[in-house]
Every structure is written in C-alpha cells, then in structure tokens.
C-alpha cells in the first residue's frame, strides 16, 4: 500500500464511499420494513391487551352481579 498514489487512494475511496452509500439505502429500506412490522405487532398487542382487561372487568362484573 505504500506505493499507491494520491489518484490511486482517491480511487479506491470513491468506491469505497460508494460501495458504503448503497449499503446504507439497503439497511434503511430494511429497517422501513422492520418498523412497520412492529409497529403492527405493538397494534396487536394493545388490542389483545385491551381485549384481555375489558374481557376481565366483564368476567369480575358478572361474579359481583350473580351475587347481589
């Protein structure tokens, strides 16, 4: 490596920071569609919570009722 050049270092820098630019729009568009995906998973999980509780709160409620 010693005996490269200016233009040769130059060169292989620009393909370097090209090689590392696409890289980068993979990884982003990768993170995108991982981000959507959580973001339909915590979806879910608010819904099967908010199912659980209200089904809960119903289930407490009837008990309480049968009894008065």
């Not at 990884?27 to 569609?33: H, W």
């Amino acid at each position: 490596m010693a005996d490269l050049d200016i233009k040769d270092l130059d060169k292989r820098l620009a393909v370097h920071e090209k090689e590392c630019a696409e890289r980068w729009k993979t990884i982003f568009s990768r993170m995108e569609v991982q981000e959507k995906a959580l973001g339909r998973i915590e979806t879910l999980i608010m819904t099967v919570g908010g199912t659980i509780i209200v089904g809960g709160a119903s289930v407490i409620f009837t008990i309480l009722m049968m009894h008065n």
